[in-house]
């Protein structure tokens, strides 16, 4: 039985802390440590459940059921699952995730020089979408070797921009936002969605594992127990850039107040700290991470929906590709409005099959507890999301008495109410497990 040594599993878990960061992990701390001024602790704390516990114990459920998303789902159907499934790559590819890549490289590499104004931003856009598109059809070393030179550089620009927040903070902790004054945890909760850590956990949770069979590990005990380690090692990297980039954010309200999104707070911050050679050289640093990160969105999507779909890889990534253009275009902060409703209501089913998955021993059968919680969390999933979007009229007026209903987490008591009675009803009938 092969297992493996101290640096296989530091290896490993640098590569799982890779393949979490992205995009959204540097540009959503410093917005929402700047919204919670003097909360800012308690904001973060929130932040962290669901921007690093959640991806790990995802990670975990995954590594123990021994597949992928498809293994996770099936107590509920195959049918319920693959649409969960085609949610979670939409979710992550051309809807948001990929889109706000080309944003966030445009915003922090280009806007600086040409303003941000929308005809730089198609131009920007579209050629970063070629380059993505070229580099999708003619894979090979090239991507490969880009992520390689990347990541470590990526790294060493993050260890030096936390470095500069704690010790060369721009200013004091400024006031907090009327928005984080009330529940700062929960609406750090609300924030550690954007990152969409989960979501992506669900889709590439089954590399982590893959990688550790390759190397000869075939004990499913060991499997779980390593794809554990490196998440725990992934887990303290994104904590440590979180909190920094919390601490950047929570300061810098005198030197960016007027900022709309974490871009303008990062560009603002590293402006003022190094000048415009930092921020050039930042700003390479993140448009190239972005454009890796695009590329194995996009290669991920169009492998999900070739198998599903009787349309060839080549036309998926292309569809993709014009898609994820036309959305980039309209501009970070707009992206970011319109997926948070969205992802208010599927991140609630997401966390909800996460802890069944892992609590799956208690269960005699897998489907009478999954199919009943998963329903009642989506339909209040998804009410939570209209109220969200601003949709007041189609939310019951009722609903807003529910215990979190005013923090976008109405599902929580409807959600455990339904899996106690599913649970109880599960032990009364008894019989043989079932998946």
Known sequence: MNRLKGFDLLALGFMTFALFLGAGNIIFPPSAGMAAGEFIWQAALGFLFTGVGLPLLTVVALARVGGGMDRLTAPLGRGAGTLLAIAV????????????????????????????????????????????????????????????????????????????????????????AESYRASPMIKGFLEGYLTMDTLGALVFGIVIATAIRDKGVSDATLVTRYSMTAGVIAAIGLSLVYLSLFYLGATSQGIAGDAQNGVQILTSYV???FGTMGSMLLAVVITLACLTTAVGLTAACGEFF????PVSYRNVVIVFSLFSLLVANQGLTQLISVSVPVLVGLYPLAIVLIALSLLDRLWVS??????????????????????????????PAWFGALPLAAQSMGWLVPALVTLIVAALVDRLLGKHRQV
């Open 366 to 395: 897998q489907a009478r507890v999954f199919r009943p919680v998963m329903a009642v969390t989506l339909i209040f999933g998804v009410t939570d999301g209209l109220a969200a979007a601003g949709f007041t009229q189609l939310v």
């Open 271 to 273: 402006q003022h700290t």
């Open 306 to 309: 070739s198998a599903l779909l």
């Open 89 to 176: 790559y939409l979710a992550i590819g051309p809807l948001f995730a990929t889109p706000r890549t080309a944003v966030v490289s445009f915003e922090m590499g280009i806007a600086p020089f040409t303003g941000n104004t929308a005809a730089p931003l198609l131009v920007y856009t579209a050629l970063f979408f070629t380059a993505v598109l070229f580099l999708v059809l003619n894979p090979g070393r090239l991507v490969d070797s880009v992520g390689k030179i990347i990541t470590p550089v990526l790294l060493a620009a993050l260890l030096v921009l936390g470095g500069a927040a704690l010790f060369l903070p721009a200013g004091e902790i400024g006031s907090a």
